[in-house]
């Protein structure tokens, strides 16, 4: 399974940022898909998740409100859409699979991840 993160880039406080993954090799082998991001000096945390088929998206808690993650099952690709984004929410941002049909928010529950995608969101 390979994924690929794009999408990340510069925005100021308050603006919007779409990153997708796309999912190529054997991806029928995993069911969950997530984002996750780490900043500078800090632990890689949960963003969100969602199957391959959309089903049961979750969030964490920071994010809540103001990021929506999708899928496009026929592309096998996942799309997180990230509004009202804050200084905070500054971080390389990488997205994970997995062979759970359980949502999780445990990264070493993800067995293949993507290269990350730099997010910069100036105050």
């Known amino acids: 399974v390979q994924l690929q993160a794009s999408g990340g880039g510069l925005v100021q406080a308050g603006g919007s940022l779409r990153l997708s993954c796309a999912g190529s090799?054997?991806?029928?082998?995993?069911?969950?898909v997530a984002w996750f991001r780490q900043a500078p000096g800090k632990e890689r945390e949960f963003v969100a998740g969602?199957?391959?088929?959309?089903?049961?998206?979750h969030y964490g808690d920071s994010v809540k409100g103001r990021f929506t993650i999708s899928s496009d099952n026929g592309k096998d690709t996942v799309t997180l859409q990230m509004n009202s984004l804050k200084a905070e929410d500054t971080a390389v941002y990488y997205c994970?699979?997995?062979?759970?049909?359980?949502?999780?928010?445990?990264?070493?529950?993800?067995?293949?991840w993507g290269q990350g995608t730099l997010v910069t969101v100036s105050s």
């Open positions: 994970a699979a997995s062979s759970l049909t359980m949502a999780t928010q445990l990264r070493e529950r993800y067995r293949y």
């Open positions: 090799g054997r991806t029928f082998s995993t069911h969950r």
């Open positions: 969602i199957s391959w088929g959309g089903n049961s998206p």
